[in-house]
């Protein structure tokens, strides 16, 4: 996906709850062994899981992870800028020259 407005939302599998005495709502995000483009930077990754996959986790099955997911995920070199909340412009998220 390209930062040109191209970007879509991932489905990522995680659990939520409220619990103790200020009814106090909590969640989680569900990670998995990495994918492939993303092995050499982190050793897991969001569960993110196929599209038909929701339906047999929730019923107690193992989620099946999107097969697609090497093709979607890309891994690029991007600003500095992008460590800091206070910079939020589309540059962001623009590939640098793997030079950089």
């Given at each position: 996906m390209s930062a040109a407005?191209?970007?879509?939302?991932?489905?990522?599998?995680?659990?939520?709850?409220?619990?103790?005495?200020?009814?106090?709502?909590?969640?989680t995000i569900l990670t998995t062994e990495p994918c492939d483009g993303i092995r050499d930077l982190h050793n897991r990754m969001p569960l993110m899981p196929a599209k038909d996959g929701f339906e047999p986790w929730l019923a107690g099955e193992d989620p099946a992870v999107d097969p697609g997911i090497d093709k979607a995920v890309q891994v690029m070199p991007v600003s500095p800028k992008m460590n800091s909340p206070r910079h939020n412009e589309p540059d962001c998220v623009e590939a640098l020259a793997e030079s950089v």
């Open positions: 407005g191209m970007w879509r939302a991932a489905d990522l599998a995680g659990l939520w709850e409220r619990w103790g005495p200020d009814n106090l709502l909590t969640c």
